[in-house]
């Protein structure tokens, strides 16, 4: 969005403020006068979202406001536990091959329909279907039987047990039938107005401007305090944090810079809270594994010997990261801390180039082959500075070891439909969230490099592929962790990836928000709970 742009939509927003003497407050006091509904809150996103059907998308945006209009099954609590939400309970053989959801009764559609479990049977039918483009099915495919015995009953069976069974259910965000049957799913019109059960019912969407939600009354968990909640698509973070500081956005994610050295004067810690903690997630450099380059392995371990890490931590987070060795968040109980690591040693990474037949004949400082230099494209997307800077830290150490790199930064939409997703590029800068279970099977199996899906990198292994097929058939967690312990040697061993850092998720959000509670989950899990307090309320006459 050009900044005219923003500011005409800053212009808008405030306009919509009829009681705006709140600016005089001093929200650090904590003059809270208990829990109210009114009010909205503008979350700053760098992104649009794509896709309103969740089974649909592959981008975070997407994901992040659907979570707000449809539910799952199950959820996780602050802690992550596994918790009912559209099922009330559930019962789970003693074979653990059969579940049987008990669905809540009081639930019902934006539009007014009830839920019932045609709606969970019709959304499991859609997601198995061979003409639904979908990278999320196969969980799904392995249930054997589906049954819907009754409105309120919904049984699934498989073939061998499944860990990460119970919690698919959560992932699927259940969709109405009654708007969807007999229209193909990738026609629909809820792409673009979405109607769920969730707390917040769609309002509008603006591309690359705004999505707004409102409050849904009828939300079978209560209504939420926030009425609205305004996603702004600013896609650069250091005119979302102007825009901040002016009262244009309420909640977003601070870079590192932000956090250690902008926030700290009195008026923004009048106005704003800050949190600080490990985030569920993860920066790679990944290699396109049908690229010949980077075919050899000894070329994949020396590019990861020659990046440093901790200097990409202390430089580009300013400390506020730990270093990633495997898809896995250090100190969770997955994590193995015992595989092979690729310690910054450029002069390691130059006999490795050199065992596999890349030195630099003509003196020019870049290494060759067959006459061929090494040269190559490492992409990423727009409006995450830390990528971008990140590439170019990559940049020069690889210029150190004989290799020359071009970045190319794209704008996210075309980054992932014309680049990732068609496996159009050499090298890629990208993350993947860290979720709690550690079934990995979309990500590195090889059947899971076709179009669209998420194997972005062609990464294909058969003991990988044996390995996370019987990992998640086991339960018990220390004899699972067996299982994914060997899988991450083997990607440490192969170097697939460049795995560079976890870094910390750091959230601010205006003062003027009380109820919200940081956990293992972050903030944002009680988000119906959060209010402001009637007198520091600031969107209090909307159109």
Same mark, same amino acid.
């Given at each position: ?260 050295? $902008?926030?700290? !004067?009195?008026?923004? /810690? ?7 903690? +490990? @985030? #569920? ?100 997307? $727009?409006?995450? !500075?830390?990528?971008? /800077? ?7 150490? +690889? @210029? #150190? ?117 940081? @956990? ?24």
């Amino acid at each position: 969005m050009k900044k005219h742009g923003v500011s005409i939509l800053l212009i808008s927003i405030l306009l919509w403020c009829a009681s705006c003497g709140t600016d005089s407050i001093d929200y650090s006091l904590g003059s809270d006068t208990g829990p109210a509904y009114g009010d909205s809150i503008i979350i700053g996103s760098i992104g649009d979202a794509s896709n309103l059907i969740p089974m649909l998308a592959s981008d975070s945006v997407s994901f992040e406001v659907a979570a707000y209009i449809y539910n799952g099954l199950v959820e996780y609590d602050k802690d992550f536990n596994i918790i009912g939400s559209l099922a009330e309970s559930w019962e789970i053989s003693e074979d653990n091959l059969t579940i049987t959801f008990h669905l809540r009764d009081d639930v019902v559609w934006h539009d007014g329909e009830p839920f019932t479990s045609e709606d969970v049977m019709f959304t499991y039918e859609l997601i198995i279907d061979e003409n639904t483009p979908t990278a999320y099915a196969q969980k799904y495919l392995l249930v054997t039987e589906a049954k819907a015995p009754d409105p309120y009953t919904f049984i699934v069976t498989y073939d061998e047990p499944l860990a990460p069974a119970l919690i698919s259910w959560g992932a699927l965000q259940i969709l109405p039938k009654h708007l969807l049957e007999g229209v193909p799913i990738t026609e629909s019109d809820l792409a673009r107005h979405p109607v769920g059960t969730g707390p917040y019912t769609f309002g509008e969407w603006k591309t690359g401007e705004s999505i707004i939600l409102n409050s849904f009354h009828e939300y079978f968990l209560g209504r939420p305090y926030i009425d609205r909640i305004i996603y702004r698509i600013i896609p650069d973070t250091a005119t979302m944090f102007l825009e901040l500081k002016a009262g244009g956005v309420d909640w977003m994610g601070l870079s590192p810079i932000q956090y250690k050295h $902008q926030t700290d !004067d009195a008026s923004f /810690k009048k106005n704003f809270n800050k949190y600080e903690y +490990l @985030a #569920d997630g993860y920066a790679y450099l990944g290699f396109n594994m049908d690229d010949k380059k980077f075919s050899d392995v000894r070329v994949r371990k020396a590019i990861s010997y020659a990046i440093d890490k901790q200097e990409i931590i202390d430089v580009v987070l300013l400390g506020l990261g730990e270093i990633a060795i495997s898809p896995y968040k250090p100190g969770t109980w997955v994590y193995n801390p015992n595989v092979e690591r690729y310690d910054y040693d450029p002069e390691r990474a130059k006999e490795l180039l050199s065992e596999a037949g890349w030195t630099d004949t003509d003196g020019d400082g870049i290494i060759d082959k067959d006459g061929v230099p090494f040269t190559f494209t490492i992409i990423t997307n $727009q409006g995450n !500075d830390l990528r971008a /800077k990140t590439a170019e830290i990559i940049q020069g150490r +690889l @210029a #150190d070891v004989g290799i020359e790199v071009k970045i190319r930064i794209i704008e996210w939409a075309a980054f992932l439909s014309e680049f990732v997703e068609p496996r159009n590029f050499e090298a890629v800068i990208l993350g993947w969230n860290i979720l709690q279970d550690p079934d990995l099977y979309n990500v590195w199996h090889s059947s899971r490099t076709g179009p669209g899906e998420l194997n972005h990198i062609n990464y294909k292994n058969s003991e990988v592929d044996k390995l996370l097929e019987d990992g998640r058939k086991i339960f018990d967690q220390d004899e699972r962790k067996v299982y994914y312990d060997r899988i991450q040697e083997i990607l440490a061993d192969e170097a697939p990836y460049v795995f560079l850092y976890v870094p910390y998720a750091l959230p601010v959000v205006h003062a003027r928000f009380h109820g919200i509670e940081p @956990a293992p989950a972050g903030i944002s899990y009680n988000f119906i709970e959060w209010y402001v307090p009637e007198g520091m309320q600031k969107y209090t006459h909307l159109p």
